[in-house]
Each structure stands twice: as structure tokens, then as C-alpha cells.
């Protein structure tokens, strides 16, 4: 019996547990996986020695190597950053590939899906944590109230990637399990969401604002931020009745406070140039608000930014070294750069740190004319720097769609999809119970 070739596209911190759970498959499957990255040493630290995995050291944008790879595959997963998955998109589609990906569907992949019908393939989209698990869970508690003739009038969903109470050891509350990027840049696009039947935007400015903490059990009280466009969702989630529609991201209150405060010092800009007169990290803070002279710079950001001086925030700012006589992080071209690398060295996960994972769906809904709640969450620890809960919950679901398609105790859909189908969905949600991934109810 041949083996099938599973091509999984990036090694980065996201793809430990995907990989993982490939390579323990592969022998009773006979599969073998190749791991394609830029980084040879990011493959290596993933699959070892492994007798059923290759390394493909390459460049995306090598497009000879990158189509070699893509033929000889019998299933492409990419977890490369998301604008990169339309090169292997296009690959997938003159090759005749089924493709998974953990990323939202871009424009440019949503232009390929008649293509992809025409050719009978599955490009599965948003097959990740979040998007991905918050769909196939969403989908089913909002299917199973529609089974009894409920009305769904008000959905919220909120998921957050945190630090365990146990490796929390620092005063953000906060340490990067997946890419740091990604938060630098969170909120900066703003967000719309549905609200009491009123449509909701927020923009930059005052999207970490401080609004009512949501109890999650085991978890304690936690803050949140509108997440981009919650209003491309309620097609895809089919509540024609709903009047609130909000999906959002969990942090530690005392997080968004802080980050709130980054937002308006201006620090989080990677637009705008930094004189290169600038080069420490007190003189930046002086520049961003514009002070002239020599003055108490953590006296001036408390009373420019309004800041509460007995508070956590003028504590957490100094943590960072943002009052400091420390130099401008090297290469720094904006404050956002600067930033960024700060942010790299003090919120790095020690070897031994834990993460946590916490999604929670609040569902509101009329049946028999009395109005029902239910509260459904999923909490996750991970179990160290490497096997973390964010790479579980964002790779497991790409795993585990793989293998069922491959066994063929799933029939691939076909077009660009997110996975909100009931033969996708239930399937995938009852193998990753399995894995530890699931979600306790709590009605009232």
C-alpha cells in the first residue's frame, strides 16, 4: 500500500501539536509528513528523527521547490502567516489538492471558490481555534436550538489566549504563546458587532476601554475587546432573529488597562518614522507626548494619559522599562517596531510556563415562550513552552479534519469554506472531546 504524503506548511509556534499528532498517526495510517519552513532549525526542534517525516527547508516564494512539494502531496495544511496561504492556494488548485488552513478567509482565497467547486476540491478555512473551534461549537449549540424550534436572540462568543494562573509572574498578566505580531497589531482595523438590535463600531482608540468583566469559572473575572467584523458571521451562523451578535477576545483586565494606555502614549504605531535622535526608551515616551526639556517622564505619562498614579498601569508601564534610561531596542524604525521588541524578551514564555485557552459562547434564546441562557466554555491548559494550549486548540482541529477526510469517514465539502456544517463540525468536535478539547454547558 502506497503512503499518503501530507505536506503541513510552517513550524512555527502554532504547529508543535499539529505535528505532533500527525507523526503518531503516521504509522498506523501509513502516512508520511513533510514539514516545509524557511527555518531548517524550526523543522528539526518539530520532527526529530522521526522515520516518517522529511524536512523541506525552503522558501514560500520559491515556486519550483514550493510546486514540487504541493505535487507530490496528497493533503496541503498551511500554517504559514496568512497572507501567504494564496501561493499554496493556487498551487492546490492547479494540482488538484485539498487544502486546510487555521487563517480567515481572505478576499483573494474567497475569489478562488468556484474555481475550487469546478475542480471538486475542499479549501478548509478558518480551521483553527479562533476562528475554528468557536465556529463548529457555535454552530452546533445554535443547530441544536433550532432542532426544538428555539429563537436565538442574542449570541456572544469569547476566547482569549492567556498565561496560566500558575506561570503568571509578571504584571500584565500576559506571555506570548503564538505569534507575537499578531498582537501588536490586534484592534488596529477596529471592530463592528450588533448590540440590542444597533450595529456597533469601535474604532482604535477605544477598543481597550474598560467595560463590564465577564466571570468565567476557574478563570475569574476577565475583560474583553470586540474582535474585527462580528457582522460577516451572522449568515454563517444563521440567526435571522438575533438583536445582539458579538464575537470578542478575552485578556486580564488589568491587560487592557495597560494596553489601553500603550494606545494613547502611541507606542503601539508602526507607521509612524522615530527621529534616530531618539535613543532611549524615556526619550521616546517624551517625543510621543510631545514634551520639551528635561521633566519626570513617568510623573508627565500619569498625568497626560489620565492615569490613576495608586493604580496597576504607571507600575506596568515602568515594568517595560518605558521611563527608563534603557536604549531603543537596535533596528527600531517606529515606536511599534520598538515596542515589539521589548515586548519579545518580557512577555517570552519560560520553558516550564503554562498557557491557558478559554472560549465561552453566552447564548440567549426564546422557547416556548420563556427566554433561556445557556453558557457554554472550554478551558485548556497547555503543558509547557513547546505543547502549548494555543498550539492544541489551533492545531488539533487541522489534524483531526485531516485524518477523517484521509479515512474517509468524512466526505470533503467542496468550495472555500469555514467549517460551520453539521458533517464537518460533529465529527471534528467529538474526536477532539476525545483529545481534551471540549466544552461543559451551564444552563439557566
Known amino acids: 500500500m502506497a503512503l499518503t504524503n501530507i505536506l503541513v506548511a510552517g513550524a512555527g509556534k502554532s504547529t508543535s501539536w499539529l505535528i505532533k499528532f500527525l507523526l503518531d498517526e503516521s504509522k498506523s495510517n501509513k502516512w508520511h509528513i513533510t514539514v516545509m519552513d524557511g527555518n531548517e532549525a524550526a523543522i528539526a526542534e518539530k520532527i526529530g528523527q522521526h522515520p516518517n517525516a522529511t524536512a523541506a527547508p525552503i522558501d514560500i516564494h520559491n515556486v519550483m521547490e514550493r510546486q514540487a512539494l504541493v505535487r507530490n502531496a496528497d493533503l496541503v495544511l498551511s500554517l504559514m502567516p496568512p497572507q501567504l496561504h494564496i501561493l499554496l492556494a493556487h498551487d492546490c488548485l492547479q494540482f488538484g489538492k485539498n487544502l486546510i488552513t487555521s487563517s480567515y478567509i481572505s478576499p483573494e482565497m474567497k475569489e478562488l471558490d468556484e474555481a ?34 428555539g429563537t436565538v436572540t442574542s449570541f456572544i462568543s469569547y476566547c482569549g489566549g492567556l498565561i496560566a494562573p500558575e506561570s503568571d509572574d509578571n504584571p500584565w498578566h500576559y506571555k506570548f504563546s503564538w505569534n507575537p505580531r499578531n498582537i501588536l497589531e490586534a484592534g488596529k482595523a477596529g471592530a463592528i458587532y450588533l448590540e440590542n438590535g444597533n450595529q456597533v463600531q469601535v474604532g482604535y482608540p477605544n477598543m481597550f476601554r474598560k467595560r463590564e468583566l465577564i466571570e468565567v469559572p476557574g478563570s475569574g473575572p476577565l475583560a474583553w475587546y470586540p474582535n474585527r467584523d462580528s457582522l460577516k458571521y451572522l449568515n454563517v451562523y444563521d440567526v435571522p432573529d438575533v438583536h445582539t451578535f458579538l464575537r470578542a477576545t478575552f485578556r486580564h483586565p488589568e491587560f487592557c488597562e495597560g494596553w489601553n494606555a500603550l494606545v494613547t502614549l502611541g507606542i503601539t504605531d508602526s507607521e509612524r518614522p522615530m527621529p534616530g535622535s531618539i535613543k532611549k526608551l524615556s526619550d521616546l515616551s517624551a517625543w510621543l ?37 534603557a536604549s531603543i531596542p537596535a533596528d527600531s524604525a517606529t515606536p511599534g517596531d520598538a515596542l515589539f521588541k521589548i515586548l519579545e524578551e518580557k512577555w517570552a514564555m519560560k520553558p516550564n510556563d503554562k498557557d491557558l485557552v478559554v472560549m465561552q459562547h453566552e447564548v440567549l434564546y426564546e422557547h416556548k415562550g420563556r427566554t433561556n441562557k445557556l453558557c457554554s466554555t472550554m478551558q485548556l491548559r497547555g503543558e509547557n513552552r513547546e505543547l502549548t494550549a494555543m498550539a492544541k486548540t489551533v492545531g488539533l482541529p487541522m489534524g483531526v479534519l485531516a485524518k477523517l477526510i484521509l479515512k474517509k469517514r468524512i466526505t470533503a465539502p467542496q468550495g472555500v469554506l469555514l467549517p460551520g456544517m453539521p458533517s464537518v463540525y460533529k465529527p471534528v468536535l467529538a474526536e477532539l472531546a476525545k483529545l481534551g478539547i471540549a466544552f461543559q454547558d451551564n444552563m439557566s
Open 116 to 149: 475550487v467547486k469546478a475542480k471538486g476540491l475542499m479549501f478548509m478555512c478558518e480551521m483553527g481555534l479562533d476562528p475554528g473551534i468557536d465556529h463548529m461549537s457555535a454552530n452546533q449549540i445554535i443547530h441544536s436550538i433550532q432542532r426544538v424550534a
Open 289 to 325: 507626548l510631545g514634551l520639551q526639556g528635561k521633566q519626570d517622564i513617568r510623573k508627565a505619562v500619569i498625568e497626560k494619559l489620565q492615569l490613576d498614579a495608586q493604580g496597576p498601569v504607571p507600575g506596568m508601564l515602568e515594568w517595560l522599562g518605558l521611563f527608563s534610561n
